[in-house]
């Protein structure tokens, strides 16, 4: 994992910090909210649209990209393994340019992808189309914590990594409340070289640029998913340079 003096200020490229939130002491939900979301609708859609593309990237938005592979990888390993049945409605929450949504789609599942930045749906309904699976695959454009309905699987990606522990609890409640079967998703496991590199995120010029990362204490992951009813079956720490992230997968206890 590079150092962050061989990170800044010589490549800006990368778009993690955590200076850039609001206090999430004082901030409300929804206006924590409307900045992930104005920042995933504008400079933050063309930066991971980039990483989640086929273009050349910097070296370190290279890393995220080849660790966000290697975490769907790991995924879908786990996805085959739970043998849901064919045409088995899948939610992706927080389903960004649509990588996910449409590789399930072309897999056979039937597909409800949600997102908060009305330029990533956008994009992911494109990359449906293009795919030749916008059929299989119902869109929209909204906060995760609004979707109803109930789905034989729920996966949330990269998503749970932007909210503090006051945040991502009732966000996990509420996708475990969705799935009558697992629960897929990713957070940031606490570290210190982490913690570290938030701290001296402040210190870097354009932090305003760049989007958050939250990192949340096992010991809160556990008691949020037995808060929701849910318990531990999978667990993968997918650690690429810049990317490091946690993914679980969780099955309803009873
Ligand atoms: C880093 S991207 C990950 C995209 C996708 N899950 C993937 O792994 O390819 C995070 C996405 O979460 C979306 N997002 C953030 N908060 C959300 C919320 N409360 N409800 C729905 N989407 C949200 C953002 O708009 C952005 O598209």
Known sequence: MPT???IEPTDSA???DVTAAPDPADASAQAYKAQLRDYFDGIGFARWSAIYGEAK???IRHTIRVGHQQMLATLHGWLAQANLPHGAHILDAGCGTGILAVTLAQQGYTVTAVDIAPHMV???TER???AGVAEQITFHTGDLEQVGGRYDAVVCL???IHYPPALFTPMLHHLASLSRGP???THAPYNHLLAAMHWLGG???QSHRRTTIQMIPDAHVSAALTGAGMRQQHVANISSGFYFVRLLGATPQS
């Open 122 to 124: 956008q994009a992911a």
């Open 158 to 160: 990269d998503v749970l």
């Open 4 to 6: 962050v003096d061989q």
């Open 203 to 205: 210190h870097f010029p």
């Open 14 to 16: 990368h778009p993690y």
């Open 57 to 59: 990237l910097s070296r």
């Open 128 to 130: 449906a189309i293009a």
């Open 183 to 185: 629960l897929y998703f």
